[in-house]
């Protein structure tokens, strides 16, 4: 079903360990790119402080149960989110939606169906 | 039916105002109104502080600076001396005739200096060193004299012969008896004292007794008795202590003490059962105290039993300790050994200037008293060992030998050792404040009092607070983050030394992770002030916060502000419309900020470049307003204008907020200089607040509004412009090298070893050799900077970043929308993320 996907951006337009927003399906996505090289898309919108601002948030790492996590802080209150899930880990009740993701011949192809 | 009762209080000095608050306090002004009666001109101030007001004025001495109590039921009358007491009638007269019923009195009317006997004292230039009228009228007098003499080489006496030297005159202490400080200090250690207060140029006469005062309508020199030769002084201050002033008493019968003071019984309670007496002016079982601690003591006790409580006071610890003119004197417990069968430990290096002498009991198992001076560091173990009952250690010359010999025995205080003896707090009630919650020694002595008068236990203080800590296994962990290991000023010095310039390299050789939003920003404010290059530069951004990131300050929508820096908060017409026109342009919302300067908000990230494009064109640049570095330099007009001004402040304000602007430090920072003492610029309220003199400018650092306002404190007196640019220099490079992530100013100056003093050795004497290293990182900083919006606007590789998306850049965040209130926009915040179609979707979990 690769006709899901809609290109946002070559990988190269990411700075390593930052995010962009994206309009995909009508929806602002954040796309993240890690240390490690992987990319990540969750909904751009912060629950807590109901503003469009994810993808500008602080990407880093933190230790959950011995395992390192990759995250984002919301540049507006800093609650932490996992790239990976959604998930907040400030707050386990809070989830944001992740997208698929893949990166084909250096571009970033997002499906934001959800 | 209750009826209200009325309290007087003849007196409003520093154990009057206690008695007041410690009345509000315990809940006496349920029952009781009290009306409070001062003579001097302002309401109480610190007086053992007296001789700090040449350098800070009356305003910081101030113990109740708003004038009045937060108490409705408590009424202050100032200027006005009690004249009479009718004690049949439960009446006092005031000055001007008002009479006031009362059903309790409690007088508070301290003391007053002693002047002998002696011909001359009724000259012109003939002094007391009391209240800040006295010090007004010497600081007069010496500027048309050339030198001063102090009688009296007490405490006191030696304060007021520093004052005279600190007003440039050529000093001469004279003293009756064979050494200075006879109540403290014995002849070895007078002797000390002698030889490091010749060092600072002053000359003392010892077994001196003052015959006359010479000349002619005017000072012109002393006699002494059996002494040929007069000494030629301009002006002399009587410093030969005190007396109790008790006159009101003994007018209105009461029995006062063979020594004078009105004799009180243990609750303080005159021989009059409806008057009670406080503080100096009081004699408890006929013995006056000359000291604040005691007083205070006397105002709890009277308190008590107004309440009905059956407290007592029980005569009072006269320990002292304190720093006279650099030189640290400490006395405690039975300093001069008149206990029967006493030993003596001491120790005099002559070299040095240290004498220390402990009293320790015939059986050499318990210490009795002692005297420190030179190096009084250890007063803070040794006095509530005094009493507190505990066995002295196998070795106890360790106590006082120098450190280098090795750790120093291990003592631990019960619980019941009084640490603070102005406030009579033990170490059990520190503790107990620590468990209570308090997380820092500064949280204990704001709960408890300890250390807040004198200071001398500050130390004592916060040792308890961090053993206690180490006791239950807390330890204050300073670490930045799950990242590092380090505090910031440690990631700093390793930052410095090994010369890193990237998040990368420091985290692979000093931490584990990838970091969080915590250690990155405070990574790249720290390669800021080291490298001074744009804060965007080399992929620099991903460290930082947003509003770094992007330049603004973020707001509740995800738009941002957009403020032009406005330096001292002076502006062209010209200037103000080219402002409104691009506010009106791009419908921003505009307010004028705290620091004098225009904030325009509701700007949407993508078009911060057209809006600082078209600002940089009209020749704004930056205001940082969105970094964790210098914001603005508030002033007042100043001499230019203000027919009150002595000194250009507006001016000065704008030379240092170009001086400093850009520089990146651990929080944001904030000045201000005032041009005169009317201080409009509120500048003591800033991390750096300046406020002119006839002479120069004083510098005040460590102030803040915020939460936890706090005040600045003098840094240095009467600077030059020169001389305060290089103390600021410093200071500010300082702070920004050491401080911890988010810690202003005014909490750093706390959390400094040695405080305020300390850094000021540092800053203004430059006591570690840093100063010309600190001067030169900040000349780096000055010539290295840039505008930061200027260089973004002009660099096209930096402005790809700002879209609303990266794959849809004409689109505008639908997210973002405003309402309209008072005639211009403002954020209108939606149910959940608002599709570019215009539906909303819901997002579960979401608070």
């Avoid at chain 1, 602002?28 to 790119?33: D, L, N, P, S």
């Avoid at chain 2, 059956?310 to 006395?331: C, I, N, Q």
């Avoid at chain 2, 800033?686 to 002479?695: H, M, S, V, Y």
Wanted: net charge negative.
């Amino acid at each position: 079903m690769t006709s899901a996907y809609t290109t946002v951006c070559a990988l190269a337009d990411i700075h390593v360990e930052s995010g962009v927003a994206a309009l995909v399906e009508g929806r602002a996505v954040a796309v993240f790119r890690t240390y490690a090289g992987d990319v990540f898309a969750l909904s751009n919108y912060d629950p807590f402080s109901r503003a469009s601002v994810l993808a500008r948030g602080i990407v880093g790492t933190r230790t959950v149960e011995g395992r390192t996590v990759d995250v984002v802080a919301s540049p507006m209150h800093k609650q932490a989110f996992d790239l990976r899930t959604g998930r907040c880990l400030d707050d386990p009740s809070v989830r944001v939606p992740t997208y698929d993701v893949v990166v084909a011949d250096g571009m970033i192809l997002v499906d934001a169906r959800g | 039916m209750h009826t209200r009762k009325r309290l007087v209080v003849a007196g409003h000095g520093m154990v009057g105002h206690r008695f007041v608050q410690a009345a509000i306090e315990r809940g006496l002004t349920e029952t009781h109104d009290i009306v409070v009666i001062g003579e001097e001109p302002r309401p109480a101030y610190d007086r053992v502080g007296l001789t700090s007001w040449f350098e800070v004025g009356s305003a910081e001495l101030s113990l109740l600076p708003s004038g009045e109590y937060d108490d409705p039921r408590v009424r202050l009358i100032l200027g006005t001396p009690v004249t009479a007491v009718d004690r049949d009638a439960c009446t006092v007269t005031l000055a001007g005739g008002a009479v006031l019923d009362y059903d309790e009195l409690v007088l508070a009317t301290g003391a007053a200096p002693f002047v002998p006997p002696v011909p001359g004292t009724d000259l012109r230039n003939v002094f007391v060193y009391r209240t800040i009228e006295d010090l007004e009228a010497i600081a007069a007098a010496a500027r048309t004299a050339c030198s001063g003499a102090v009688i009296g080489g007490g405490l006191l006496g030696l304060e007021a012969a520093n004052a005279l030297r600190g007003l440039g005159l050529e000093t001469h202490v004279v003293e009756m008896n064979p050494r200075l400080m006879s109540v403290q200090v014995d002849e070895a250690g007078g002797r000390v004292l002698g030889r490091h207060i010749e060092g600072l140029g002053i000359t003392i006469h010892t077994d001196r007794a003052t015959e006359a005062i010479l000349g002619d309508g005017r000072c012109a020199g002393l006699r002494f008795r059996g002494v040929e030769e007069p000494l030629p002084v301009d002006l002399v201050v009587f410093s030969a202590g005190i007396r109790p002033r008790d006159g009101l008493a003994r007018a209105a019968g009461l029995e006062v003490a063979e020594r004078g003071g009105v004799l009180v019984d243990e609750q303080c309670r005159s021989s009059d059962p409806h008057v009670w007496a406080i503080g100096e002016c009081a004699a408890p079982a006929g013995r006056m105290y000359g000291l604040v601690a005691p007083g205070y003591a006397m105002a709890e006790v009277v308190v008590d039993a107004l309440l009905g409580g059956a407290g007592r006071f029980e005569g009072a610890d006269m320990s002292t300790k304190l720093k006279l003119m650099g030189v640290d004197v400490a006395s405690f417990g039975d300093a001069f050994g008149t206990t029967p069968d006493c030993l003596e430990l001491v120790f005099n290096d002559a070299v040095a200037g240290v004498y220390k002498k402990l009293v320790i009991s015939a059986d050499g198992r318990r210490l009795l008293g002692g005297i420190l001076v030179g190096d009084a560091s250890a007063y803070g173990v040794l006095r509530p060992m005094v009493g507190a009952g505990i066995e002295l250690p196998a070795n106890p010359e360790e106590l006082i030998l120098p450190a280098a010999s090795g750790n120093g025995p291990q003592l631990t205080l019960p619980a019941d050792a009084q640490v603070c003896s102005c406030n009579n707090v033990t170490k059990g009630e520190i503790e107990a404040a620590v468990d209570a919650g308090c997380h820092s020694a500064a949280e204990v002595t704001e709960a408890t009092r300890a250390g807040a008068t004198c200071g001398s236990c500050k130390v004592q203080v916060k040792k308890i607070v961090e053993d206690h800590f180490a006791a239950q296994g807390r330890t204050v962990d300073r670490s930045l983050c799950e990242h590092f290991r380090l505090t910031r000023a440690e990631l700093f010095d390793v930052v410095l030394v090994h010369g890193y310039r990237s998040f990368d390299e420091i985290v692979a050789a000093h931490g584990t992770g990838r970091g969080c939003d915590v250690c990155k920003p405070t990574v790249a404010s720290i390669l800021a002030s080291q490298l001074s290059g744009h804060v965007l530069a080399e992929g620099r951004h991903t460290l930082q916060d947003t509003n770094d990131a992007y330049l603004g300050n973020l707001q509740k929508n995800g738009t941002y502000s957009v403020v032009p820096r406005i330096p001292g908060g002076e502006i062209t017409p010209e200037g103000l419309i080219a402002i409104g026109e691009v506010a009106r342009e791009f419908g921003l919302y505009t307010k004028i900020t705290g620091g004098q300067r225009i904030d325009l908000l509701g700007a949407r990230m993508e078009q911060l470049p057209a809006i600082w494009r078209r600002l940089v064109d009209a020749g704004f640049e930056s205001g940082h307003a969105y970094g964790k570095s210098l914001r603005t330099v508030k002033s007042c007009v100043g001499s230019t204008w203000c027919r009150y001004g002595v000194q250009d402040s507006v001016g000065l304000a704008i030379e240092l907020e170009l001086r400093y602007r850009g520089l990146r430090s651990p929080h944001k920072l904030k000045g201000g200089v005032s041009g005169c003492a009317r201080e409009c610029a509120e500048a003591r309220g800033k991390d750096f607040g300046i406020i002119a003199t006839e002479r120069g400018w004083n510098l005040y650092v460590g102030g803040n509004g915020g939460a936890v306002p706090a005040h600045a404190r003098l840094l240095a007196g009467d600077l030059s412009t020169e001389e305060l640019i290089r103390c600021l220099d410093r200071f500010l490079m300082y702070y920004i090298r050491t401080a911890d992530r988010l810690q202003r100013t005014s909490a750093w100056l706390d959390a400094v070893e040695g405080g305020l003093d300390r850094v000021r050795e540092i800053v203004v004497d430059d006591a570690l050799g840093l100063g010309a290293e600190l001067e030169r990182a900040m000349a780096r900083h000055i010539d290295s900077y840039v505008d930061e919006w200027r260089a973004t606007v002009e660099d096209p590789e930096k402005l790809r970043r700002f879209v609303s998306f990266v794959n849809a850049p004409e689109v505008p965040d639908p997210n973002i929308s405003f309402g309209v209130a008072r005639g211009q926009i403002v954020p209108a915040v939606p149910d959940g993320p608002v599709l570019v179609s215009g539906a909303v979707i819901p997002v579960g979990g979401a608070r």
